[in-house]
Structures are given as structure tokens and as C-alpha cells.
């Protein structure tokens, strides 16, 4: 089992800025794919950005421009970098995940999410 803990949600305001994280508990590994995904009240889950193993990201019309998907040299976190934040990016953020720890493979872990609230 792995589990995706998503850190850095939290109140800020419009045109601020956030930095998601998301990494495996427990350390030990290693991501290929990834993306953020986001839910808002009411809202079916929405796909932010997303990121190949080989580096290629694609984003929302919504989110381009003001956001970005990254991975650390040792690709064991996803980073969401959130500029220019609107209330209407208000959700809670999911990190979703392909990678390998150990000598197994794993594929479409998810984390419990964390919620991002753009208000003044």
C-alpha cells in the first residue's frame, strides 16, 4: 500500500500564492506520473495539471498561466505551485501518483487532500 500525503493548502488571498506538495508516507518513492486534481463544493473532481514521466505537464484552460507542476531531482514529490490565486480555485487538492518503491510498481495512489481557500 502507499499512501499520498498532499501538504501546503491553507487560507490565502486573492492573488496570493500556495506551494502543494505531495509525497509517499513513509519516503521510498519514486514518482514517474503525476497530477493535481480538485474538487469544490458542489463540483465534480477536475484534473489542474498533470505531469508524464518524462517531463511533459498539461494544465487546465482555468489554471494556465498561474500555475505549475514540477518534480524534485530525486522525483520523490510533486510540487503545485499556485500563483495568482482566485477565489475560485477554492477546493480541496488531490495528488495522484504512479511510481515505485522497493522492487514493486504502483499505480493511481491518491491522497486524502488538502484544502485551499482563496478569500479576503
Known amino acids: 500500500q502507499v499512501q499520498l500525503v498532499e501538504s501546503g493548502g491553507g487560507l490565502v488571498q486573492p492573488g496570493g500564492s500556495l506551494r502543494l506538495s505531495c509525497a509517499a508516507s513513509g519516503g521510498r518513492f519514486s514518482i514517474s506520473a503525476a497530477a493535481w486534481y480538485r474538487q469544490a463544493p458542489g463540483k465534480q473532481r477536475e484534473l489542474v495539471a498533470a505531469i508524464t514521466s518524462g517531463g511533459t505537464t498539461t494544465y487546465a484552460d482555468s489554471v494556465k498561466g498561474r500555475f505549475t507542476i514540477s518534480r524534485d531531482n530525486a522525483r520523490d514529490t510533486v510540487y503545485l505551485q499556485m500563483n495568482s490565486l482566485k477565489p475560485e480555485d477554492t477546493a480541496v487538492y488531490y495528488c495522484?501518483?504512479?511510481?515505485?518503491?522497493?522492487?514493486?510498481?504502483?499505480?493511481?495512489?491518491w491522497g486524502q487532500g488538502t484544502q485551499v481557500t482563496v478569500s479576503s
Open positions: 495522484n501518483a504512479d511510481g515505485t518503491r522497493g522492487y514493486r510498481n504502483y499505480f493511481n495512489y
